[in-house]
């Protein structure tokens, strides 16, 4: 198994993003930085910041040179003020330097009192507020109430019951209250906040450090956190001696940003405003290719033989190094089969099969539209084989690792129509090997023309996956299907669906139109059931030779949840242009999801004039 977080060991070739973020870094001689190191989720942002900070960190003189600090908006969420929190680390860490090098820790606990202020400033201010109104709030409130409550009360036998909330309400605000009288300066809060910034500045200046501070994890926050994350960075950034490296998906903050000015109609011109204006240099985490994904399937599988005895330790460490190597000149040749069995040199045999599941993975798991080179994905689709393999052990069945990885794959990428289509077939022959997949697989080897045995396996994904080794000719899928079963809806009976959905199921069956109060119970058993039984409607409808009713009444289910409207759309693509009923035409006007297949259809002469008549119509409203 691999660990889904940031990865310790380099297996992409990352650390040159991260030595050319270092070089930005060491260049800019004291000056202000800041990087945003940006991508979706699962592609490393995480890792690559922290590949930064170590090549940072081994400078020589390092320790002396940088003050490192590593914060994670991401656990204050729901906890703490985010802004608050990272004002408090940085005055916390500058305190440990000063303290540790014994000098200058009266600056940094002056520089400390001014963040404290600011705190104060925060949690005074609506209960003064709220006093100049009669209605005060917050820690003074409370107090004020709890008194209040004990006054009216004071023959009330609960008496003993109010005062302990009075001390209660003291000891919320007794540490506020005493801050407030003892730190407070005699200056307006723009001045302060001057005033924090030009004591922040003589500190690092004082110390000779520069900070850097690596915030991750920021688009995993809820808008209100991420948006005080950048707030207290504004307070920080643009201070000399200061870096700040920021992980974050910057589509994930645009969305921020405008849940933070709510109702107000902001246009995407303000919204990268508010962002450029925080980010210096944006840097975006390399999509893998290719060779790279070859190569980090390869030595995640290698590294998992060396775990198991397979592999000796230190021929990993050697092919390691020589396939990272081969990485950095990828463009002059790409990482072979040829150059990954070199790699291992004499123990190349041991992981042979590791070798020929890596040259064949790499460009699916590229192309693959569910996977699209995703490291996080890639991990986890080799976990779930690793864990599958295990349960067909201990139940005595044979799965050959190959065969798993193939299937596994198809699980993985397929539609569900597709997948289902599978499933039929397995299910229905007695050795559990389908007929269309031989000839497919016969097919392919003599080099014919891929023709796909039903419209759910159009595509280039079906034309490769058949021609991935191993050939499952004569081989029993079902115990495959087994490890399968989430997916294999197929061998499924009515019993699979909870009590609820299986009666949603039931009258959906009984009706042939869309339905407001159908929709509203398919909306209540939740997106997952409501799937099933989408998978369900569609193989009636499949079997009712696309009847209008039998394709009409899965319109209830998209329209309880617009997310499953692309199975939909995959399901009517098998639709005979001559069986296409026109009475689904005006359920097709608005979707979004079945915008291709209107184009589509209106397209094809073929198509029912009745119904492109209809479906024209509707287009012509837009």
Request: with cysteine; glycine share 8%; hydrophobic share 45%.
């Amino acid at each position: 198994m691999w660990h889904d977080i940031e990865a310790k060991v380099d297996l992409l070739n990352f650390n040159l993003v991260a030595e050319a973020a270092a070089q930005l870094i060491r260049d800019s001689d004291g000056q202000p930085l800041t990087i945003g190191i940006s991508g979706g989720w699962g592609v490393g942002k995480s890792s690559l910041v922290k590949m930064v900070g170590a090549t940072l960190q081994a400078d020589k003189g390092a320790d002396k040179q940088y003050v490192f600090l590593e914060f994670n908006a991401w656990l204050y969420q729901g906890f703490d003020d985010a802004r608050q929190a990272l004002l408090q680390a940085v005055s916390d860490k500058l305190i440990a330097i000063a303290t540790e090098r014994q000098t200058f820790l009266e600056k940094a606990l002056a520089f400390r009192k001014r963040i404290r202020w600011l705190k104060i400033g925060r949690v005074a201010a609506p209960a003064i507020a709220g006093m100049a109104f009669g209605t005060p709030f917050g820690p003074v409130g409370n107090l004020l109430g709890a008194v209040a409550g004990l006054l009216k009360g004071a023959t009330d036998v609960a008496s003993e019951d109010k005062l302990k909330g009075v001390k209660e309400a003291y000891a919320e605000l007794q540490p506020e209250l005493v801050g407030l009288l003892g730190d407070k300066p005699d200056e307006s809060l723009p001045k302060e906040i001057e005033g924090l910034r030009a004591a922040f500045e003589e500190l690092l200046s004082d110390l000779k450090v520069t900070l850097v501070v690596l915030v991750d994890d920021l688009d995993r926050c809820l808008p209100h956190t991420a948006i005080s994350t950048l707030e207290a960075m504004r307070l920080l950034l643009h201070v000399p001696r200061t870096a700040f490296i920021i992980a974050a998906d910057e589509q994930m903050i645009r969305g921020a940003v405008r849940a933070h000015f709510g109702e107000v109609d902001i246009n995407d011109d303000l919204v990268t405003s508010y962002f450029d204006k925080l980010i210096q240099v944006p840097l975006r985490v390399p999509r893998l290719g290719v060779n790279e994904v070859k190569a980090y399937v390869m030595l995640l599988l290698a590294d998992l033989a060396a775990r198991r005895g397979t592999l000796p330790t230190q021929a990993l460490a050697d092919a390691q190094s020589t396939i990272l190597n081969a990485l950095t000149k990828s463009w002059s040749g790409g990482v072979t089969r040829e150059v990954l069995t070199a790699a291992f040199g004499a123990d190349a045999p041991k992981v042979a099969s590791e070798i020929d599941v890596a040259e064949q993975l790499a460009p699916i798991l590229v192309t693959a539209e569910q996977i699209s080179g995703n490291p996080r994905l890639i991990k986890r689709f080799l976990n779930n084989l690793m864990i599958r393999q295990s349960i067909a052990k201990s139940q005595g069945m044979a799965v050959g690792f190959e065969e798993l990885v193939k299937l596994q794959l198809f699980e993985r990428c397929a539609s569900p129509a597709a997948f289902d289509f599978l499933a039929q077939a397995i299910a229905s022959n007695d050795e559990g090997s389908p007929q269309f997949l031989d000839e497919l697989e016969s097919g392919a080897a003599k080099g014919e023309a891929y023709v796909p045995p039903h419209p759910s396996w159009g595509g280039a994904f079906y034309e490769q996956w058949v021609k991935l080794s191993p050939q499952l000719v004569g081989v029993s899928l079902k115990p495959f299907l087994y490890l399968s079963r989430d997916r294999a809806l197929a061998l499924a009976s009515y019993d699979e669906l909870s009590p609820e959905a299986r009666k949603v199921f039931e009258a959906s069956l009984k009706v042939t139109q869309v339905l407001g109060g159908l929709v509203a119970q398919i909306k209540a058993i939740g997106e997952a059931e409501a799937e099933r039984v989408l998978v369900r409607l569609v193989r009636k409808a499949r079997t009712d030779q696309w009847s209008a009713g039998a394709v009409t009444r899965c319109f209830n289910v998209t329209d309880a949840f617009a997310n499953l409207g692309t199975q939909l759309a995959t399901a009517l693509a098998e639709i005979p242009a001559e069986q296409r009923p026109p009475a689904i035409g005006p359920l097709l006007a608005t979707p979004v999801w079945a915008e291709a297949i209107v184009a589509d259809w209106v397209g094809d002469k073929h198509t029912p004039q009745q119904l492109k008549n209809l479906l024209n119509k509707k287009k012509g409203t837009h």
